[in-house]
């Protein structure tokens, strides 16, 4: 019985030293993970758990933060926890725990880091013509350089001090431009509108923009009396005061003179600016409880600070002084993070509200200060208190270096980083538990820079320069101009022709190099009058058969072309007119069979050829004609104009179709028969047939004269991915103004490039790249100016096929082409060839290599290999034909026999013949 008793105690001694043996087992997280505790929003986070060294599997593992995180996962066979981090609109204060039975659970601390928002500073309202540097800043109103401006669709990179020098154009009516702001590292900016304003000189004077609720003053200097229409009310006199409406947002007003007859005579534009002023709050994202700290609020149409604006924070509201700052006291938390909300009282400023974390602290807590957001290489002050805020001497760890705080205080150099990062500083003393602070380092990018003229004439040649930041010249960057690429010299030039043009228009220089940020700059080709010159053929679009009709040729200035030979084609009748010295011609409609259109065809030497094609729709008298009316009979190009559309008695007809310069418009009259449409853009000031259409209606048409604004083409929008992976297919659409699809257009995609459906659309596949890399997307029209987008390929560290492009046999001495691609259908340069063993070359820019094919004996198989670092290898075999000696060659010897028998039977032939009856 005592022995029965004993072996139980040992037992149950064994059991407790066993359990107490795995409690002492405690997990620990991976040093990684220690030495910055923190992970950016939207990315994936591997977090290791284990025991002296060893994955420990099935650990609960937690991510808990502000009662706005609340994760979980459980370890793999290797120990790795994975969670994918949502996005948040602030950095978030979490613990991350792991437990599991049986073993001490760990628990330590993390931040999920907020990636800054890029904000555009830039005034609101610009006068054409005027200069003006729109500035990229983050949430603390540092410039941000190298970040990509996009300007109406169109990329720029800032410069050094995060701006861009941009040229407001020449409008004819107010013209709102967007711009937006993207980088790596950061989240994208909103939206913005700047306002151009028409500052044209005439007889109607009034401000250029005012602001809402304004009193202004319109005067028409002119002689005659007049009523001037403004916001829909009209007032008698030639000098009025008027006050500027209330606005939503900002937009334009029109202005108009009539004469007695209520004719226009006059008109202009005003911008009426709404009231609200865009603002940025800038604060600490945390502090400590009972603690004072500082709120900014900056105006982002200049940069300014704002004073006098009403800051609410934890129901206190204060005002900001002139220099735009503001004083609070932090309250006392009760956990060890709370949010609090910092937010303008002023119904005056657009301003997004500021997010604070309140830290609770304890008598022995270190506090690191110094900036949250730094710049590479920069050497910078911190100092470390407690929460008195007196400097306590310290160790501060950053970036695997120690530094010494006598005092508290401590200079740090920051890393040299090629990328932007967040960081981590942390601060030990005995006594104190340990401090830390995240902190933001902005990487030096290494930045090509550009140098070219703004502008040259079709035809002329101009250099073009590509240097590094330090001014060093770039040899081998590759430079692209109207869809070519070119290679810089070894001192970094390369000269470029202009191409010859028919009117005005931009071209982008862009410039690339490996390890080198691109660049890029808007160059102007002015027409010269080289080459063809431009024509065009004004006419009706749609006729009745058998009708009489004027067709009007004309040159750019807008006169008539003599002597231009038309050709009108129907089916297969053909006839054949000229112009007169006026440029005009008049020609009949043919009888309507089986085709219900015809074409009409200019051409002259020296101009280009111009062709349209005309409707032909029958009419009978008993159906009532369509009836159009617009609101102007003369637009400028790109405005909003109205049609109204009736029958003959003054009705309104509603879902007919409107044709406008041979283009049918997306919209159908509503029950009032109104649309509001869109001017064309046109090359030059001429008339735009306008028509209409619904069944059980004869067609009705009227002309409207559209002026253009400016020496440009009609831009488009691209609308694709900002940043894809290598081998990711993905798609492009491009879009007019008005949102319609555009098809038919070539669009490029480094060396590849495709035509776009009816839809609008292409796809490539991205190509295999390196390392992360910039690649130009354009898109090229004879109807549209050029546009373009800045793609961010992204390496997945794979590697791709080469392919090997030859016929599969050649005769021997022949001259191929070795062209290597990737699998992506890219043309690959500086691939080695490696031909029976031996290198024969490599391949150029083009991925293309020129052999001779050697002389062979008989019929060979040579084999070829192709090679280049980062790629999968590619082989190919090629069979040399031999072409073998001809029957002369190999029977030389019968030549003098066969001359001998040739010779005899002549002769037999005329000894002979006399026998022969």
């Known amino acids: 019985m005592r022995r029965k008793a004993l072996t139980a105690v040992i037992l149950s001694l064994l059991v407790l030293t066993c359990v107490q043996v795995a409690k002492s087992q405690v997990l620990e997280f991976g040093q990684e993970l220690k030495t910055e505790p923190f992970v950016v929003e939207g990315e994936k986070l591997s977090v290791f758990v284990g025991y002296s060294g060893e994955g420990i599997s099935n650990v609960d593992v937690y991510i808990e933060g502000g009662g706005i995180i609340s994760l979980h996962a459980i370890t793999n066979e290797s120990g790795y926890a994975n969670f994918d981090i949502p996005e948040v609109n602030i950095s978030v204060p979490c613990k991350l725990r792991a437990e599991k039975e049986g073993y001490t659970g760990a628990e330590m601390s993390i931040t999920i880091v907020n990636l800054p928002k890029l904000y555009v500073v830039c005034p609101e309202v610009v006068e054409e013509g005027e200069t003006i540097k729109p500035r990229v800043v983050d949430e603390d109103m540092n410039e941000v350089p190298n970040a990509i401006l996009s300007i109406n669709n169109e990329d720029v990179f800032t410069d050094e001090n995060g701006t861009y020098t941009f040229n407001a154009p020449q409008v004819g009516f107010p013209t709102p431009v967007i711009l937006s702001a993207r980088k790596e590292g950061y989240e994208d900016s909103d939206e913005i509108k700047i306002w151009i304003a028409d500052n044209r000189s005439s007889l109607l004077e009034a401000p250029v923009y005012v602001h809402e609720g304004e009193y202004f003053d319109i005067t028409y200097s002119g002689k005659e009396k007049t009523k001037i229409c403004f916001n829909g009310s009209f007032f008698e006199g030639n000098s009025i005061t008027v006050k500027a409406p209330c606005v939503e947002e900002t937009k334009s007003f029109q202005i108009n003179v009539y004469d007695e007859n209520l004719s226009l005579i006059d008109y202009r534009f005003v911008i009426v600016v709404d009231n609200k002023t865009r603002g940025l709050i800038v604060s600490p994202s945390a502090v400590s409880e009972n603690s004072c700290f500082n709120v900014s609020l900056f105006s982002l149409y200049d940069g300014k600070p704002l004073s006098g604006v009403e800051i609410l924070f934890n129901g206190n509201v204060k005002l900001t002084d002139s220099l735009g700052n503001v004083s609070f006291m932090a309250p006392y938390a009760q956990n060890d993070y709370e949010l609090y909300k910092i937010r303008c009282y002023d119904d005056n400023i657009s301003c997004a509200e500021k997010y604070i974390w309140i830290k609770k602290t304890d008598k022995y807590s270190l506090i690191i200060h110094g900036p949250s957001t730094v710049r590479s290489r920069e050497n910078l002050s911190f100092s470390v208190t407690d929460v008195d805020g007196r400097g306590l001497f310290s160790v501060v760890m950053f970036n695997n270096q120690s530094y010494l705080a006598w005092n508290g205080s401590v200079r740090i150099q920051m890393p040299s980083l090629n990328e932007s990062k967040y960081m981590c500083i942390k601060a030990k003393s005995p006594g104190y538990s340990e401090g830390e602070k995240i902190i933001y380092v902005i990487g030096r990018e290494n930045k090509l820079r550009l140098d070219c003229p703004d502008s040259v004439e079709e035809g002329e040649d101009f250099l073009v320069k590509v240097e590094d930041e330090e001014g060093n010249p770039v040899k081998g960057a590759r430079v692209w101009f109207n869809f070519r690429e070119y290679a810089c010299d070894e001192y970094g030039e390369v000269t470029l022709t202009a191409p010859d043009i028919l009117i005005s228009k931009k071209f982008l220089v862009y410039a690339e190099k490996g390890d080198y940020l691109p660049t890029s700059k808007w160059l102007t080709v002015v027409s010269a009058g080289i080459g063809k010159k431009f024509l065009k053929i004004i006419s009706p679009l749609a006729l009745s058969p058998m009708e009489k009709f ?224 910039y690649m130009l997307l354009g898109v090229s029209s004879d109807r549209y100016s050029p546009c373009y987008k800045l793609i961010k390929v992204i390496d997945r560290y794979k590697e791709v096929a080469l392919e090997i492009c030859v016929p599969p046999k050649l005769m021997e001495k022949e001259d191929i082409d070795i062209v290597v691609r990737d699998v992506y259908g890219y043309l690959i340069g500086n691939a080695t060839i490696i031909i029976n063993g031996e290198i024969a070359g490599y391949t150029d820019e083009n991925g293309k290599l020129r052999i001779k094919l050697p002389e062979v004996d008989h019929d060979t198989t040579i084999d070829i290999l192709a090679v280049k670092p980062g790629y999968v290898s590619a082989h190919e075999e090629l069979l040399i034909k031999n072409r073998g000696k001809s029957f002369f060659e190999e029977n030389w010897f019968l030549i003098p026999a066969i001359i001998l028998i040739f010779l005899v039977a002549v002769f037999a032939y005329f000894y002979y013949r006399q026998y022969i009856i």
């Open 550 to 773: 004027q067709v009007k040729v004309v040159d750019e200035k807008g006169n008539g072309v003599g002597g231009v030979d038309i050709k009108m084609q129907y089916g297969n009748i053909v006839k054949y007119f000229s112009t007169c010295e006026n440029g005009s011609a008049f020609l009949t409609s043919p009888p309507m069979m089986s085709d219900d259109t015809f074409t009409i065809t200019a051409t002259k030497d020296g101009y280009v050829t111009d062709s349209v094609v005309i409707h032909l729709y029958e009419t009978s008298p008993t159906l009532s004609d369509l009836k159009i009316s617009v609101s102007q009979t003369t637009v400028e190009e790109g405005r909003d104009f109205i049609v109204k559309i009736e029958d003959e008695s003054g009705e309104p007809v509603e879902g007919a179709l409107l044709y406008i310069d041979g283009r049918m418009y997306h919209d159908t009259s509503d029950e009032n028969g109104i649309m509001v449409c869109r001017a064309p853009y046109v090359k030059i000031d001429r008339s735009c047939f306008i028509y209409a259409l619904k069944e059980g209606y004869n067609f009705g048409y009227t002309w409207i004269e559209v002026t253009n604004r400016a020496e440009i083409e009609e831009p488009l929008n691209i609308e694709a991915n900002d940043t894809v992976y290598e081998g990711e297919r993905f798609t492009v659409k491009v879009e007019d103004l008005s949102g319609n699809p555009v098809k038919g257009v070539v669009v490029w995609f480094g060396s590849l490039k495709e035509k776009t459906d009816n839809d609008g659309t292409v796809s490539f596949t991205a190509p295999s790249v390196k390392e992360d890399t």
